[in-house]
Nanobody, 116 residues
Framework: QVQLVESGGGLVQAGGSLRLSCAAS????????MSWYRQAPGKERELVAD????????NYADSVKGRFTISRDNHKNTVYLQMNNLNTEDTAVYYC?????????WGQGTQVTVSS
């Protein structure tokens, strides 16, 4: 069992930055593949970025490439999403996900609102 708690969301002006954190608890949480997803009102949940268990491999949605950076600190059992140059289309609830094999866990989400 892995519990995930996101933090760091908020209201920011377009062009600004935020850093989201996802704190994971559970004895083997550092072995999980971690992802950030987002869901905007009226839209389906979409993958934003993911990172391998060691942090050596990352993947980004085209819409955030060059602006967002995913990273992890396995000593702190925390995954981060640094978001720069935010625009109004980034407004959404951001969710952390941990998965390994057939197991998948979600956090409760954190709201990010970008004003123009």
């Amino acid at each position: 069992q892995v519990q995930l708690v996101e933090s760091g969301g908020g209201l920011v002006q377009a062009g600004g930055s935020l850093r989201l954190s996802c704190a994971a608890s559970g004895r083997t949480s550092s072995t999980y593949f971690m992802s950030w997803y987002r869901q905007a009102p009226g839209k389906e949940r979409e993958l934003v970025a993911d990172i391998s268990s060691t942090g050596s491999n990352t993947n980004y949605a085209d819409s955030v490439k060059g602006r967002f950076t995913i990273s992890r600190d396995n000593h702190k059992n925390t995954v981060y999403l640094q978001m720069n140059n935010l625009n109004t289309e980034d407004t959404a609830v951001y969710y952390c996900n941990a998965h390994l094999g057939g197991l998948s866990y979600w956090g409760q989400g954190t709201q990010v609102t970008v004003s123009s």
